[in-house]
């Protein structure tokens, strides 16, 4: 056995079922029990364990919440393990305990290996781990992408090196031709944008702005203004700290702080205190000639020239309609000029950008139509063995004259790329509509298998599939629920026979109605109510010997103790005992 083995399960106050243990074989188990007993309930517990949605109306009425708990034995270094252990969980004993919780109020939980987790970690797991098919995958089979995906999934890396390849070049593409579209299409704009930005250019350029200028300007234009008045208290100022050559005999600060530092000069000698003030008085006396200086200066230097106070207002409005457009100050006005050109400068080079951008296009459509070809050629190739494979398969599933094969298209697009010879429509997987065909008879035109099969063909077919991959791309263990719908007879006999030989390499699980097919299992589960309509603990039991006669004839004949169906049952299962001693 390759992989883990999902050893058992509880399930508690799901559905119809109260508590009950499903403890599965590591070959093939057959549940079986009246149609609304509950052996639905072991699929829905099983898709909980692998990250379903939690639907709040499966749980039981009048619990609180539905529990399910799962066992898988897997071996060690496997990627389920590596992954669960990353995410903090613990093995018991070898084997990975799941666990999904699901309130009545809708809220969902997940434990792996004794830890919290995210249900999407289930939904990874159950990638390496189990694979699960019902009605509801035999009617995703009919779709187009699905068939492909079966198809790709089998041709393995033929398909994957190029597609992973096909799929960089094919979203690079996608992204070439939005930012060529967006420049094409908002030309007008962007010249719009641009003439704008060039007439604000031209604007500030003509004005030469320096940074400061406007503070500098406001400071000027003040002084400018009260010339006359800075001048005469200027004036006034220096008469009074230096005196007033027209007064000499008039009294300033400059003679009187000399006449203090003279009356001390005369007594400094004798009182340390003293002498450190007639120092400061002295230093007073410094200070007023420098400024005296300096008024001086400043009122000879004062300019009251009206022409220039003109030209500084004048500069002042220049200013002030820049920064009416582009800016509080002319620091704001330098900076958009800044930010404009670095736009202009892309803007103007949407020409060339363009002629970069349709090479590269160009240059990626010819990579895809490479691609696509060699995508096209893998397909092809696998799609020959996949189609024998599966025909083979089917001759072991009482369908020994139908065949199987595969059509692959593509459609005209004069936008496409080029395949064969011409140029056709491609998406993300490539150029190639792929579509299974059956021709159930000889003489039969092969036909799409949503035409051409019926509801019990399309389970064989769906089962031959999943036989095909069982050898190319094993999982550990298969959940087949009502595979066999629309199925019986010699039909039956030989499904139950090849999922026994399937079970020689993975675990089988099937949720069966047909005798024939559970004849051929290694352990049968019996699901059956109680009088009050539950299913409890008691209610899930393994069948053998004489219970498992009495089981199959029930489903034969509806009749646990017809003789005739007792025999039959009997039959069945020597004729499945003797498969397995033989190795058909």
């Not at 990627?79 to 990353?86: D, K, Q």
């Amino acid at each position: 056995m390759v992989g883990g083995v999902l050893e058992e399960m509880r399930i508690r106050s799901l559905g119809v079922i109260d508590d009950a243990v499903v403890e599965l074989s590591p070959g093939f188990t057959a549940v079986t029990g009246e149609t609304g007993a509950g052996k639905t309930m072991v699929v829905t517990s099983l898709g909980l364990l692998l990250g379903g949605r939690a639907d709040p109306a499966l749980v039981r009425l009048g619990a609180e919440k539905a529990v399910v708990e799962g066992r898988i034995s897997v071996p060690p270094g496997a990627s389920a393990v590596v992954r669960a252990e990353e995410a903090g969980a613990e093995l018991d004993d070898g084997a990975l305990l799941i666990s999904r919780t699901v309130s009545a109020e809708g809220r969902s939980r997940a434990h792996v290996g004794g830890r919290s987790v995210p249900v999407g970690l289930l939904a990874e797991l159950a990638d390496d781990l189990v694979a699960v098919h019902g009605q509801t995958d035999q009617q995703g089979l009919l779709k187009l992408s699905r068939q492909r995906q079966a198809l790709d999934r089998y041709a393995g890396g033929a398909v994957a090196g190029p597609l992973t390849k096909y799929g960089e070049a094919y979203r690079r593409l996608r992204a070439v031709a939005v930012e060529l579209e967006e420049i094409v299409t908002r030309a007008r704009e962007r010249a719009q944008e641009a003439d704008l930005l060039r007439y604000g250019l031209d604007e500030i350029a003509a004005v030469e702005p320096r940074a400061g200028e406007d503070v500098e300007l406001a400071e000027e234009a003040e002084r400018l203004g009260h010339a006359e008045g800075l001048a005469s208290a200027a004036t006034l100022a220096h008469a009074a700290l230096a005196g007033n050559p027209e007064d000499p005999e008039g009294i300033d600060a400059n003679t009187l702080v000399a006449g203090a530092q003279r009356a001390l000069d005369a007594v400094r000698a004798h009182d340390p205190a003293l002498a450190a003030l007639t120092d400061r008085i002295g230093e007073i006396g410094i200070l007023l000639g420098d400024v005296a200086g300096e008024l001086a200066g400043y009122a000879d230097d004062l300019d009251a020239d009206p022409l220039r106070l003109s030209a500084v207002e004048e500069r002042r409005a220049a200013l002030g309609a820049l920064t009416r457009k582009y800016g509080e100050d002319v620091a704001a006005v330098l900076a958009w000029a800044e930010q404009s050109a670095a736009r202009l400068t892309e803007l103007d080079g949407d020409d060339g950008r363009i002629d970069e951008l349709t090479v590269e296009r160009d240059a990626l459509r010819a990579e895809l139509s490479g691609l696509a070809q060699a995508l096209t050629d893998a397909r092809t190739e696998s799609a020959e063995r996949f189609a024998a494979a599966v025909t083979a398969e089917l001759a072991s599933l009482a369908m020994p004259h139908a065949r199987v094969s595969f059509d692959i298209r593509q459609t005209d697009d004069p936008e496409g790329v080029e395949v064969g010879g011409r140029t056709v429509a491609y998406g993300p997987s490539g150029a190639d509509e792929v579509e299974l065909l059956l021709a159930p008879h000889p003489g039969a035109p092969p036909r799409p298998i949503a035409k051409g099969a019926s509801g019990g063909e399309l389970s064989r077919v769906m089962l031959a599939v999943e036989v095909v991959f069982a050898g190319t791309d094993p999982v550990p263990t298969y959940l087949f629920d009502e595979v066999d719908a629309g199925v019986g007879g010699k039909a039956a006999v030989e499904i139950g026979r090849r999922l026994a030989k399937l079970a020689k390499s993975a675990q089988v699980v099937v949720v069966t109605h047909l005798p024939q097919v559970a004849a051929f299992a290694d352990r049968q589960l019996l699901v059956e109510k109680t009088n009050d309509g539950s299913v409890t603990r008691s209610g899930v039991k393994v069948l053998e010997g004489e219970d498992r006669v009495r089981e199959l004839s029930r489903m034969l004949a509806g009749q646990e103790d017809s003789e005739t169906a007792r025999a039959h049952a009997e039959e069945l299962l020597a004729t499945a005992r003797a498969d397995g001693d033989t190795g058909h």
